[in-house]
């Protein structure tokens, strides 16, 4: 069967991805295996890369990842994405932190920074002809979206935009964003999520971790002004991984929930549509 039609019977399978968290059901589904194929890994119980998976497959149900589509990645450091979508025919614009405020925020380690084109090929997963036609870098501060970045059929980032100062410079982000995108144009986000307050949490630090009352607001705000978010999955997971919580250091095995401070947190990803 060829690849795009079994990539769409397995959509069919698996629903649409929604604004949801991180669960250890996904980890164990098709969709899920394909798109860790396509990293060149095995499935792991891992939510960075289940953020990786979640984004890839959440656009590729949207009819973004195929040719002629121009994506814009937010805060790329390292990740395949890039390559794979090249190869997949998408011209992709790479963007990142400026490299020095990055090596003075200590983001050197993990691949956690991106230093150019050669930053984005390690792995191999698409030819480096292709990669060099259809990817360009550009440093962007995502605080400060220059103006004469729009009209891309999507965008996304992955576990980024808690990093930008507060909760409000995040949740900004997720507006600001979708003045790239071209009306109808699809954008696909994953961060930080707070699952055992929605009260107390982390704010104005390098790392701020959202509160469900803060996804509600922002989704609520959007969809104010005319955007589409995907229906919002806030459940938890009902397998034994999903109540499994890695503790510092953080190298169990499982790690679709971990201990950050005095708060338990996985990752969430939101998709939006701007308003045609």
Same mark, same amino acid.
């Given at each position: =069967?060829?690849?795009?039609?079994?990539?769409?019977?397995?959509?069919? *399978?698996?629903?649409?991805?929604?604004?949801?968290?991180?669960?250890?059901? *996904? /980890?164990?589904?098709? #969709?899920?295996? #394909?798109?860790?194929?396509?990293?060149?890994?095995?499935?792991? /119980?891992?939510?960075?890369?289940?953020? /990786?998976?979640?984004? =890839?497959?959440?656009?590729?149900?949207?009819?973004?990842? =195929?040719?002629?589509?121009?994506g814009l990645v937010f805060a790329v450091g390292t990740e395949p994405a890039p390559s794979i979508f090249a190869k997949y025919g998408c011209d992709i614009l790479a963007t990142d932190i400026f490299p020095e405020q990055g090596i003075e925020k200590g983001w050197t380690t993990d691949g956690q920074l991106c230093f150019g084109i050669e930053s984005l090929n390690t792995r191999k997963l698409c030819n480096d002809t292709v990669l060099n036609e259809r990817v360009q870098y550009r440093p962007v501060d995502m605080n400060e979206i220059p103006d004469d970045l729009e009209g891309f059929d999507f965008n996304w980032s992955s576990c980024a935009f808690e990093h930008l100062g507060s909760i409000d410079k995040g949740l900004k982000f997720l507006k600001n964003q979708l003045k790239t995108l071209k009306p109808g144009g699809w954008s696909v986000h994953t961060t930080e999520y707070n699952i055992s307050s929605n009260d107390e949490t982390q704010d104005n630090n390098d790392t701020v971790i959202f509160r469900h009352r803060d996804i509600e607001h922002i989704v609520n705000e959007l969809r104010k002004e005319g955007h589409f978010v995907e229906e919002t999955d806030f459940s938890f997971g009902g397998l034994p991984e999903d109540y499994l919580v890695d503790v510092s250091p953080h190298r169990q095995d499982v790690h679709v929930k971990l201990q950050v401070g005095s708060f338990v947190v996985t990752s969430l990803g939101i998709i939006i549509q701007k308003k045609g």
């Open positions: =069967m060829p690849q795009r039609e079994w990539q769409s019977t397995l959509v069919q *399978d698996a629903g649409r991805r929604r604004t949801e968290l991180c669960k250890a059901q *996904d /980890f164990q589904s098709s #969709w899920y295996k #394909w798109w860790c194929n396509e990293l060149n890994e095995a499935p792991r /119980f891992h939510r960075k890369q289940w953020e /990786f998976v979640y984004n =890839m497959q959440a656009l590729w149900e949207r009819g973004c990842i =195929m040719p002629g589509k121009r």
